[in-house]
């Protein structure tokens, strides 16, 4: 961050006819290509400014750029408390999960009362479980 005065804001043309703004200060003349700042450096004329950097290109010339510590500033931050959507998505991928095995905990207790007469001698807990997930996976695919 450089703190500089600026005295004057001329606006010119690049030789491509680009406009750009030269602006005198007590460190010497720089450029500037970016509008909003310029407008920024002109309701502060006179007055001393360190929003932005002074940087001398392999030119020679003085280019006004916003201060380094400035951009990174704006860089987005993850603040503590407010969830991406990524971590909403993942919080709701695991409530699915805690609900649907709980569907297949509650038809697995239900085929467990079942009177033997209705289900088959040869079938194990093991068996009743993957046919309870098995109806909740089923349920889950008819209703997307």
């Not at 380094?68 to 603040?79: D, I, N, R, S, Y």
């Not at 697995?108 to 093991?126: G, H, Q, R, V, Y």
Request: with cysteine.
């Amino acid at each position: 961050m450089t703190t500089f005065i600026p005295k004057k804001i001329t606006a010119k043309a690049s030789k491509a006819g680009k406009t750009y703004w030269e602006i005198e200060t007590e460190q010497g003349n720089a450029t500037c290509f970016d509008y909003p700042i310029v407008q920024e450096i002109e309701k502060n004329l006179g007055k001393p400014i360190s929003l932005y950097d002074l940087e001398k290109n392999d030119k020679g010339f003085i280019n006004i750029r916003p201060a380094k510590h400035q951009q990174e500033e704006k860089k987005p931050t993850k603040v503590e408390g407010v969830k991406s959507d990524d971590d909403f998505a993942e919080a709701r991928k695991l409530k699915d999960q805690s609900i649907y095995t709980s569907y297949a905990k509650d038809i697995f207790i239900k085929l467990l009362e079942m009177p033997k007469a209705t289900k088959e001698d040869s079938t194990t807990t093991e068996a009743l479980m993957k046919e309870a997930i098995a109806l909740v996976k089923q349920a889950r695919e008819a209703f997307n």
